[in-house]
Nanobody
Framework: DVQLQASGGGLVQAGGSLRLSCAASGLFFDDYAIAWFRQAPGKEREGVSCISSSDGSTHYSDSVNGQFTVSIDNAKNTVFLQMNSLKPEDTAVYYC??????????????????WGQGTQVTVSS
């Protein structure tokens, strides 16, 4: 049974940092695209990053490029999202998702095969 466990969210002041984790069980991140999405109240889900586990290549949305960094620890089967200089508009539930193969040309589609349960990030002003 495949599970993605997202964790690391919390309450942080504007300008602060958080590191989210997405740990997988039931599959091994040998050749997967692992993406992070977020959904703020009343807004559509937004893709923010994707990493290809096979070669570590990364993709970011324009909204977080230069602010967030995605990385992978293949030994721990875990993907991390380092979020710096957080702003109130970064407040959302953050989800990780995975699918077989490298990050696709459009990495923020909503048909990833596996999804985590989400972790709340709240940035206070």
């Amino acid at each position: 049974d495949v599970q993605l466990q997202a964790s690391g969210g919390g309450l942080v002041q504007a300008g602060g940092s958080l590191r989210l984790s997405c740990a997988a069980s039931g599959l091994f991140f040998d050749d997967y695209a692992i993406a992070w999405f977020r959904q703020a109240p009343g807004k559509e889900r937004e893709g923010v990053s994707c990493i290809s586990s096979s070669d570590g290549s990364t993709h970011y949305s324009d909204s977080v490029n230069g602010q967030f960094t995605v990385s992978i620890d293949n030994a721990k089967n875990t993907v991390f999202l380092q979020m710096n200089s957080l702003k109130p508009e970064d407040t959302a539930v953050y989800y990780c998702a995975a699918e077989w193969g490298p990050c696709p040309d459009y990495p923020f589609h909503d048909e990833y095969h596996y999804w985590g349960q989400g972790t709340q990030v709240t940035v206070s002003s």
